[in-house]
């Protein structure tokens, strides 16, 4: 495959696959629930405070598991509730229901994934080709390992690098994963080019223990669209297997 290092012009835009993402920081969420000091005595001392006719903040026993740091336990009416500081539901805050209830809201809280961000799945289903059946694998998405699987569907299959500008192209990218951030024409461009270095030394290596001949073709074409000449040089030889090899050279 001859690279032709043309990248073409035009401004690059941001990609924007990730705009459903939330910043991800790991900030405290915002709480409605406040501390007071009680008359005479000293700061941080729990007192019972008044939102409403109806509702108090506060609980004299105290709350060890870790869920509670994004609940407020307050009392509606007479009955302990717990307040999600993300959505603002109220769940049962009884603490002798445990906290199980508690745990599984904020994994459905909406509120809570939007603002933390979306988590990638780590299951991945392979059919197994020869026998019919599925295994259940660990998968976490890697941005480096789909920037090199792009540039190398676009050296086998011969697009423009400006695909990787089309709205459509970052839309489809979006929607397959979110978490994917596309990169603009110059630096796909790059890729590939260091792609070509990385394999052209590999493939110098391989010559150089390599006992049988070499024959070397080239090619002539024109590109079209920009009126220029190329000429690529392959090299064609027979391995240890008897099976025909071509090389791209240059």
């Keep these: 495959m001859a690279t032709q290092g043309t990248s073409g012009s035009g401004a690059v835009t941001r990609a924007h696959a990730t705009a459903l993402i939330g910043t991800g920081d790991s900030a405290a969420p ?25 509702v108090r ?45 508690l745990k599984k809201h904020l994994q459905i809280c909406d509120d809570r994934s939007c603002r933390k961000g979306l988590q990638q799945s780590t299951l991945k289903l392979t059919p197994n080709q020869q026998d019919g059946t599925v295994t259940i694998e660990k998968y976490v998405f890697d941005q480096e390992v789909a920037r090199k699987e792009l540039a190398l569907m676009i050296i086998v299959h011969e697009y423009p690098l400006s695909m990787v500008d089309h709205v459509g192209f970052r839309k489809f990218c979006a929607a397959l ?22 394999q052209k030394e590999s493939m110098l290596k391989y010559f150089r ?24 040089v392959t090299a064609h030889f027979l391995d240890d297997d008897w099976k025909l090899k071509s090389f791209l050279i240059r």
């Excluded at 105290?62 to 302990?80: A, C, P, Q, T, Y």
């Excluded at 223990?209 to 690529?232: E, F, I, P």
């Design 57 to 101: 903040v506060g609980s004299k026993r105290k709350l060890k598991s870790e869920v509670w740091l994004e609940f407020d336990r307050i009392e509606v009416n007479g009955v302990w509730k717990a307040k999600c500081q993300w959505c603002k539901k109220l769940l049962s805050g009884e603490t002798r229901n445990g906290t199980n209830s």
């Design 177 to 198: 994963q979110p978490l994917f951030k596309v990169v603009s024409r110059n630096t796909i461009r790059k890729d590939i080019l260091n792609m070509y270095e990385v």
């Design 30 to 54: 915002p709480s409605d629930s406040a501390t007071v000091a009680g008359p005479g005595g000293p700061a941080g001392t729990e007192d019972v405070i008044h939102i409403d006719d109806d």
């Design 209 to 232: 223990k390599l006992s049988s001949r070499v024959a070397v073709t080239t090619d002539l074409w024109t590109a079209n669209h920009q009126k220029k000449g190329y000429m690529a």
